[in-house]
């Protein structure tokens, strides 16, 4: 991310809480079934964003996965803002 000029130095990963779910406006998912996983949590329908392109997981990759990985969800988040 710093190579893009974003500093992610404190974000830390974290689990999805049920007060996430209910105040969050929009959720999207990696994967289809992380949305499967929310909706079973008791997400609403209406929150998760399903139109996902498949988008790997780079845990445990090089460098140039984790460059992929970042460039996919930008242009994810681009065609969301875009709606």
């Not at 209406?46 to 242009?75: A, H, M, T």
């Amino acid at each position: 991310m710093a190579q893009i000029g974003i500093d992610i130095s404190n974000h830390k990963s974290q689990p999805i809480t049920q007060r996430m779910l209910k105040d969050f406006d929009l959720i999207v998912p990696m994967t289809t079934n992380h949305a499967l996983l929310l909706l079973q949590m008791g997400c609403d329908e209406g929150k998760v964003y399903r139109d996902l392109p498949s988008i790997g997981d780079p845990f445990g990759g090089s460098l140039e996965k984790y460059c992929i990985c970042r460039d996919e969800i930008i242009k994810l988040c681009e065609k969301i803002a875009e709606m």
